[in-house]
């Protein structure tokens, strides 16, 4: 229908004439032969993209071949440390992994005849390489760093690959893994001459991965070279973290800047930040002997986690019977109170057999913990290590375990729990390291943390540390083995202080000795556990032989409702945890 002008009725001038042209441009095309048609265009370009196709190709190539004549791929050789691309062969599933900015980089271009045409003449790859993958079967995400190229330094897309592979592991709610061989991206002073001016620092992917570790999205870290300002932030960020003995450093600036900022010279990468130093200071989780027993600690831990904190944790057949006895678990606690044991021991006997895997073993002695798994189910072990410093909780110690819960929260594991605990560390050494301040983070982690914790108690419980242990979850879930032995205070010193007024009138009658020995073996009367059971004071003791059942009946409950319930308020928003 037109208006009395000729134009269709409801338009415009402006959108009549548009038609108008379109309708003649149509026209005049559909008269046209089709050689006449594809003249418009350039015939030398292939119909199907094979130029696009073969210069990708060609770039991706170059990206995925060593160079044995470049100097930085000779060094890597010579250090004894493996290429990028081998790095990823041996962590992941074979033939899985699919790259992310398979062609990022810089490239020198040159124009050849043609309509806008040119090809590469020279190519340097992004030497951060990610992108997607399988380890066990399972997706994940992986970076890894190619130290040959620049040193580990930032270059072409590097950050913004960073920042990519951080947002979709949100996106996605899968792991990432980070091999990290140099600064991750980090900035050089020579960027300053290349781009003409300087730039205020930036760190744009922290903001996720401080998210990633909230959500419980695994993030596990291998330091295989040096690890060097950002890449050192970026491993030490991650819920696990394990350096190579052989060829992995970690430092916030290198022997150079150090030397020309604090005059420490002659440092080399390991007096610097070598496995000695951070793997027992709490930076570095755990030490491997070598790149390929980092990437089976990897493999390890990730087999307990989910693949976000919206997740339970994964479960496995077990064919080790829930209710196998060990009569060696009733006399592993000596009956003489001072005398020590092997609490580690006891974790390997009542867990699923060759499941334990110890975390932090070289740093904070006073605890141990780790993960392993009961009847199949994942479940987070603490236990306390009388073996050193008498089991009293020292700040370093107080630190890994208040790690460790977070960790566990985050990701859904229920806890068991070793108890044997005679207080925090006491004397100079511990008020010097601030012993109860860490000791009270240690009580925020425990109060502030929702997951599930069951306490096994073996031994002793006294003072602030073994209050905080065991009444930290309404109503407790614990039994207690009949070498118990608990209190506010130790019997030794104890007596001292609550029978002061007494001793001194004894000392000065000449029979201290005696007197301290009737007030002592009273007190040990009092203290028998059955005493604390027939007041209800403690729930159950129970023949240690049985304390694997126990614990498999336990873990099982844990994941079926609760789990399930844990999991709704996680996806609700109901429930959040932290680790930062």
Request: net charge neutral; glycine share 10%.
């Amino acid at each position: 229908m037109k208006d009395p002008t000729g134009k269709p009725a409801g338009l415009s001038n402006k959108a009549a004439g548009r038609l108008t042209q379109i309708s003649a441009h149509v026209s005049k095309t559909s008269t046209q032969s089709p050689t006449l048609q594809n003249d418009k265009s350039d015939h030398s370009l292939p119909a199907d993209h094979s130029d696009i196709l073969t210069t990708l190709s060609t770039l991706r190539q170059i990206a995925s071949t060593p160079d044995p004549t470049r100097r930085g791929y000779v060094r890597q050789k010579q250090a004894g440390k493996l290429w990028v691309r081998e790095r990823i062969d041996q962590l992941l599933d074979p033939g899985t992994f699919r790259e992310v900015g398979s062609v990022s980089g810089t490239v020198k271009w040159e124009p050849i005849e043609g309509y806008a045409r040119e090809r590469p003449i020279s190519f340097i790859p992004s030497n951060n390489i990610q992108g997607t993958g399988k380890l066990q079967g399972r997706d994940v995400l992986l970076t890894a760093d190619d130290f040959s190229i620049r040193g580990g330094h930032a270059d072409g897309a590097t950050i913004e690959k960073t920042v990519y592979i951080e947002k979709m592991a949100i996106a996605l709610k899968l792991p990432v893994i980070k091999l990290v061989d140099g600064s991750s991206g980090g900035g050089s002073v020579t960027t300053i001459k290349r781009v003409g001016w300087s730039y205020l620092p930036q760190i744009p992917h922290l903001r996720q991965v401080v998210q990633q570790l909230n959500m419980g999205i695994p993030n596990l870290g291998a330091v295989v070279g040096p690890a060097i300002g950002l890449g050192a932030a970026r491993v030490v960020a991650c819920h696990f973290s394990v350096m190579a003995a052989d060829i992995g450093s970690l430092f916030n600036a290198g022997p150079k800047v150090v030397e020309g900022a604090t005059f420490e010279e002659g440092l080399d990468f390991q007096d610097l930040g070598g496995p000695l130093m951070h793997c027992t200071n709490g930076t570095i989780d755990n030490l491997a002997a070598n790149e390929v027993e980092c990437f089976q600690q990897i493999r390890t831990v990730l087999g307990y986690l989910p693949n976000s904190g919206l997740e339970a944790p994964p479960v496995i057949p077990c064919n080790d019977p829930e209710n196998r006895e060990d009569l060696s678990l009733r006399s592993i606690i000596p009956r003489r109170q001072a005398r020590m044991y092997n609490s580690r021991a006891i974790i390997d006997i009542v867990v699923d057999q060759n499941s334990w895997f110890e975390i932090g073993a070289l740093w904070g002695k006073t605890a141990i913990n780790g993960l392993a798994r009961l009847a199949g189910h994942p479940v987070g072990i603490i236990s306390l290590n009388c073996e050193v410093n008498g089991g009293a909780l020292d700040a370093q110690g107080s630190q890994k375990l208040t790690r460790f819960l977070k960790l566990c929260d985050v990701m859904n594991i229920p806890v068991v729990q070793f108890v044997d605990v005679p207080g925090y560390a006491i004397g100079t050494i511990a008020e010097r390291t601030a012993t109860m301040r860490w000791g009270v983070e240690l009580a925020k982690a425990y109060y502030s943390t929702t997951m599930p914790i069951f306490s096994v108690i073996t031994r002793r419980v006294f003072g602030v540390a073994g209050g905080i242990m065991i009444g930290a979850r309404d109503p407790p879930m614990q039994v207690a083995w009949p070498s118990g032995h608990w209190g506010s205070l130790p019997l030794d010193g104890g007596i001292e202080v609550g029978h002061r007024h007494e001793l001194m009138e004894a000392e000065k009658a000449g029979n201290k000795a005696e007197v301290y020995q009737a007030l002592e073996e009273e007190y040990k009367r009092l203290m028998n556990p059955v005493r604390t059971a027939n007041a209800f004071g403690v729930e159950e003791i129970i023949d240690p032989k049985d304390t694997r059942a126990i614990c498999c009946a336990w873990i099982r409950h844990m994941y079926g409702i609760n789990m399930k319930e844990r999991l709704a308020n996680r996806m609700s928003g109901k429930l959040q945890t932290s680790f930062t």
